[in-house]
């Protein structure tokens, strides 16, 4: 079964700033996905960026980025330039098909504050 | 326009009541999934449709019943509510073969 561990309960950071927020996965797969999605205090479960296995380049999606280590299991994201609005708790999942459509196992989450 | 939608928001019920959660997406995706988020806010997966078709399902007890009576639409019916039931309830879709999954707003339950 696959694992999904976000060793940082909380993180913060300071507005403008950079910040990078951890999450290894434990799998035997070799075709899989990996994503962070975000959850605001609004609770709606927001995909910020995707990175399919396949792929050596990492994703990015304007000032988020992750750095994808394939042989060490580990999917991080960066966070640039911090704006108030990317408080929220932040969620890494792994995703891979089963059957007919396609299961996400989810890390417990860090929750990320930015300091005006 | 809302791309996954829930009906309620909020669900405030008494122990042993049956509830329904609805939900309905316009993203033309052929598979749905009920997800659980805890209050420590741990989010699984409970079951996925293909196309109305049940594909998994995560050892839920089986006082959960999806229904899909359409490939935009999958409900979930609660019966004999427990006071662990009390989470919020999310719903996804997906396209077949792209694995990323967009959420519903989700419902807050609470059962008293």
């Known amino acids: 079964a696959q694992t999904v561990t976000q060793s940082q309960p909380e993180m913060s950071v300071q507005e403008a700033e950079t910040v990078t927020l951890s999450c290894t996965y434990d799998t035997s797969e070799s075709d899989y996905y990996l994503f962070w999605y975000k959850q605001p205090p609004s609770r709606q479960m927001i995909l910020v960026i995707r990175q399919e296995a396949y792929k050596q380049q990492n994703a990015t999606e304007n000032r988020f980025s992750v750095n994808f280590q394939k042989a060490a299991k580990s999917f991080s994201l960066k966070i640039s330039d911090s704006q108030l609005g990317d408080a929220a708790m932040y969620f890494c999942a792994f995703g891979r098909r089963q059957g007919g459509s396609e299961k996400l196992v989810f890390g417990k989450g860090t929750k990320l504050t930015v300091n005006p | 326009d809302t791309a996954v939608s829930q009906t309620p928001k909020y669900l405030v019920t008494q122990m042993g009541n049956d509830k329904s959660i609805k939900c309905e997406q316009n993203l033309g995706h052929d598979t749905m999934y009920w997800y659980k988020q805890d209050s420590k806010k741990f989010l699984k997966i409970m079951f996925s449709?293909?196309?109305?078709?049940?594909?998994i399902n995560e050892t839920v007890p089986n006082r959960f019943s999806p229904k899909s009576p359409d490939k935009a639409h999958l409900n979930l019916h609660i019966n004999s509510l427990e006071l662990g039931d009390s989470a919020v309830y999310f719903c996804?879709?997906?396209?077949?073969?792209?694995?990323?999954?967009?959420f519903g707003p989700g419902t807050r339950l609470l059962v008293l």
């Open positions: 996804a879709s997906s396209q077949r073969y792209t694995v990323a999954q967009y």
């Open positions: 449709y293909n196309n109305k078709e049940l594909i």
